[in-house]
């Protein structure tokens, strides 16, 4: 089942500008994760936070999460045509074993 | 060091029929999962393996099965094919560090269709 919700569906900008994704989720996580997904291949992995931390960057990434919202957002600075693909929130809840719950996904255009 | 090998990568099945897929994990990662991702339900977890055991499965039919070899190779079996199977299979493993807090590592994936 779906955990995560990404918000908006589809995003379209220029090249340049700022991208930023949300995503919610329903159940207590050990970690959230961010994928990104280029025209129906395989999903690549862009960051992880754990539950008790608040923010995070990589590069021109920065991810940030509100546990009490059970919600997370994925900013993406000075966006390239490159960055063209989807983008999927993924909780792991589990204990014994590792199970992501995705959400349905960010389509986004950057348009150079 | 080579990535998340899935195969094959394309596949045309008729109804009724059985497939199996094959994962092989990044060198010394142990944990492998799958998923199905279609247009309508989205990426949704299969089972992983650990060391050879099932240590988990989603909400799918008993004709979606798997197995975990001593090399840490995965295949997952899927008999009497429906038309709503037609989906991309993907594999992930895991690095062996103990814990939850790790990223998981994606092949291409196998795209299956189902006529």
């Known amino acids: 089942s779906q955990q995560g919700e990404e918000d908006p569906q589809a995003l379209s900008i220029q090249e340049g500008e700022n991208a930023t994704m949300n995503c919610s989720y329903k159940?207590?996580?050990?970690?959230l994760q961010w994928y990104r997904q280029n025209s129906g291949r395989g999903l690549v992995h862009l960051i992880l936070?754990?539950?008790?931390?608040r923010e995070k960057h990589s590069g021109r990434l920065r991810v940030t999460l509100d546990t009490s919202k059970k919600s997370s957002s994925l900013l993406i600075t000075a966006s390239r045509a490159a960055d063209t693909a989807s983008y999927f929130c993924?909780?792991?809840?589990?204990?014994?074993?590792?199970?992501?719950?995705f959400g349905k996904g960010t389509k986004l255009s950057v348009i150079p | 060091k080579a990535g998340v090998t899935q195969t094959p990568r394309y596949l045309i099945k008729t109804r009724g029929q059985q497939v199996t897929l094959s994962c092989s994990p990044i060198s010394g990662h142990r944990s492998v999962s799958w998923y199905q991702q279609t247009p309508g339900q989205g990426l949704q977890f299969l089972f992983e393996?650990?060391?050879?055991?099932?240590?988990n499965k989603g909400n799918f039919p008993g004709r979606f099965s798997g197995r975990q070899f001593s090399n840490s190779r995965s295949e997952m079996n899927v008999s009497t094919l429906e038309l709503g199977d037609s989906a991309l299979y993907l594999c992930a493993s895991r690095p062996p560090q103990t814990g939850m807090n790790t990223e998981a590592f994606f092949g291409q994936g196998t795209r299956l269709t189902v006529v």
């Open positions: 159940t207590s996580i050990n970690n």
């Open positions: 393996y650990f060391s050879e055991t099932q240590r």
């Open positions: 993924a909780t792991n809840s589990g204990a014994g074993s590792y199970q992501l719950t």
């Open positions: 936070i754990r539950s008790n931390e």
